[in-house]
C-alpha cells in the first residue's frame, strides 16, 4: 500500500538548482525513482514517468470523484512517516499537495483528470535539464521548485 501512494509524487515537477534548499525534495526524488523505476537503472524514461504518472492519479483519488484533492493528499502522511519519519512525511506531503494544487488551471482547489493528464509531458520536459529523455535523482529532486515557477 506504501508503495502504491508513493506514485503519486510523480506530479511534482522542479526547476533550477535549487532543490538543496527545499528540505525534502530529494527523499521525494528518491520515492519516485524506487516507485517507477521499472528496469531498475536509477532514471526514469518517458515511458516509465508516463506508467507512473497514469497509476499516481487513482491512488491519490480516495473518494473516486475523478479529482484530487489536498486533503486527499494527507491522507498520504501516515505512509510517508513510515518512510521517512514524522517529520520527512510532513514536509513531503506539503510538497506534494504544493505541486498538486499548481495543476489546478480552473482555481477549484482541485486538480481534475483532464488537468492531471494534460501536464504529463509538460513536467518530463521542464525536468528533463540535460534533454537525455531520462530523469535522474538530481533532475526529480527539482521537481517542486520547477511545478511552481512555471
Known amino acids: 500500500m506504501k508503495t502504491l501512494l508513493l506514485s503519486a509524487f510523480s ?3 522542479g526547476a533550477g538548482l535549487l532543490h538543496a534548499a527545499l528540505p525534502g525534495a530529494e527523499s ?3 520515492l519516485i525513482t524506487r516507485e517507477f523505476d521499472t528496469n531498475s537503472d536509477e532514471t526514469l524514461d518517458q515511458g516509465e514517468w508516463q506508467g507512473g504518472i ?44 504544493q505541486v498538486l494544487m499548481s495543476l489546478d488551471q480552473d482555481g477549484d482547489k482541485a486538480v481534475s483528470r483532464k488537468e492531471y493528464d494534460a ?18 535523482l538530481s533532475e526529480l529532486a527539482d521537481l517542486p521548485v520547477k511545478m511552481v515557477t512555471k
Open 28 to 30: 521525494l526524488a528518491r
Open 11 to 13: 506530479l511534482l515537477a
Open 54 to 97: 497514469a497509476r499516481s492519479f487513482d491512488r491519490l483519488d480516495k473518494n473516486l470523484d475523478s479529482s484530487i484533492k489536498a486533503e486527499e493528499v494527507d491522507a498520504l502522511q501516515g505512509d510517508l512517516a513510515e518512510e521517512a519519519g514524522n517529520l520527512g512525511g510532513t514536509i513531503i506531503v506539503a510538497l506534494i499537495k
Open 119 to 136: 501536464l504529463t509531458d509538460s513536467i518530463f520536459t521542464r525536468l528533463d535539464a540535460d534533454k537525455n529523455a531520462s530523469l535522474t
